[in-house]
């Protein structure tokens, strides 16, 4: 019976994401519908020899996915472009909810909404509370 309550509620989690994809706009449906590259591939095609962890990629990855549904983005995506009317701050403290650090409002205007930019502000931020602790 838990079982079969599980498997109605899966289901049910797999229309409701069916039928939010077709609210999204073509520019968020292609992202989404390229070849998929997990977190691991992530780091490892385009931050692999840099500074930034996997522990980052895979937050800030989840947070789009979750808030904009972007959810096989690549480092040129643009959030900002992709939503226009998207207020850049708000992505920036979802991220900084997501790993309890805090983007300054001067560093967010430098930011030009682009994942990188967000990954790599993500990891300065992370890096600057680590030297803190």
Known sequence: MLFRSFMMGSRLRQL????STLLDSPEVRAINNRPLLTDADFHREYFSGTEVTLGT???VRKV???????????????????????????????IGEEFDVSFSQSRIGILNG????????????RDERQLKI
């Open 16 to 19: 409701c994401q069916r039928f």
């Open 57 to 59: 990629c895979v937050g």
């Open 64 to 94: 789009l996915c979750q808030q904009l549904h972007l959810c096989n983005t690549r480092p040129a995506d643009n959030v900002a472009s992709l939503f226009p009317d998207l207020d850049i701050c708000e992505v920036c403290y979802e």
């Open 114 to 125: 682009s994942v990188d930019s967000l990954i790599r502000e993500t990891q300065r931020l």
